[in-house]
């Protein structure tokens, strides 16, 4: 089986550079499977209503089959590829079978389920005020939005689905300071990562 590490945090608090940091130069030993790829899709909604922080935007169920193939190493292991410039996915890839995954995203162990899912949970703390600054930028430069539409859609949904994933602090097995820089932080887990594979026999 492989270990399955949850890595959750407000919007904007460094998940992604988190499992970046982690996975450097281990593709066929870590995987990331990250939350933004189980969007449902607003359909026929306007995407500038539409809240994409609710736990209900989420495919919850296809979410939580693809951890638990990720933690059997069951191949294929299909999971949808999202387009957020559309609002929709456009197609579906394999997740390669790997001895440890990096499950990331800032809502989704809102559900109790995904939390029992994973092996361990880390909560990357960042206080709101730098997160939103990094998700302003993050979503001007890789999302086509402008700021208008991100501040809007922060003080309309965001601020309040990271009101309930600070709730989630308390729930975690380990919480990495963000407000700076996490590096200390990244490599000493990534030494803890390499020590396990090396128990589970991963060359």
Same mark, same amino acid.
């Given at each position: 089986?492989?270990?399955?590490?949850?890595?959750?945090?407000?919007? $904007?608090?460094? !998940?992604?550079?988190?499992?970046?940091?982690?996975?450097?130069?281990?593709?066929? &030993?870590?995987?990331?499977?990250?939350?933004?790829?189980?969007?449902?899709?607003?359909?026929?909604?306007?995407?500038? /209503?539409?809240?994409?922080?609710?736990?209900?935007?989420?495919?919850?169920?296809?979410?939580?089959?693809?951890?638990?193939?990720? &933690?059997?190493?069951?191949?294929?292991?299909? @999971?949808?590829?999202?387009?957020?410039?559309?609002?929709?996915? @456009?197609?579906? %890839?394999?997740?390669?079978?790997?001895?440890?995954?990096?499950?990331?995203?800032?809502?989704?162990?809102?559900?109790?389920?995904?939390?029992? =899912?994973?092996?361990?949970?880390?909560?990357?703390?960042?206080?709101?005020?730098?997160? /939103?600054?990094?998700?302003?930028? %993050?979503?001007?430069?890789?999302? $086509? %939005?402008?700021?208008?539409?991100?501040?809007?859609?922060?003080?309309?949904?965001?601020?309040? =689905?990271?009101? &309930?994933?600070?709730?989630?602090?308390? !729930?975690?097995?380990?919480?990495?300071?963000?407000? !700076?820089?996490?590096?200390?932080? =990244?490599?000493?887990? %990534?030494?803890?990562?390499?020590?396990?594979? &090396?128990? !589970?026999? =991963?060359?």
């Amino acid at each position: 089986m492989a270990l399955v590490i949850g890595i959750t945090g407000v919007s $904007g608090s460094g !998940k992604s550079r988190l499992c970046s940091l982690l996975a450097e130069g281990q593709d066929s &030993k870590i995987t990331v499977l990250c939350q933004d790829n189980f969007y449902n899709g607003c359909g026929s909604i306007d995407p500038d /209503v539409y809240n994409f922080d609710d736990l209900n935007s989420l495919d919850v169920e296809s979410l939580t089959l693809a951890i638990h193939n990720c &933690k059997n190493r069951q191949q294929p292991n299909e @999971i949808p590829v999202y387009d957020h410039s559309q609002h929709k996915r @456009i197609g579906y %890839r394999n997740l390669e079978s790997t001895h440890v995954v990096l499950v990331e995203g800032h809502m989704m162990f809102q559900d109790p389920g995904i939390r029992d =899912a994973v092996d361990y949970l880390l909560f990357v703390d960042t206080d709101m005020d730098i997160a /939103v600054v990094r998700r302003l930028k %993050r979503d001007i430069a890789e999302r $086509g %939005r402008n700021v208008n539409e991100v501040t809007s859609r922060y003080m309309r949904h965001v601020r309040q =689905a990271s009101l &309930k994933t600070l709730d989630i602090r308390d !729930k975690a097995d380990f919480i990495i300071p963000n407000n !700076k820089s996490f590096t200390n932080a =990244a490599n000493l887990l %990534r030494s803890h990562i390499d020590f396990l594979l &090396k128990e !589970k026999g =991963a060359k």
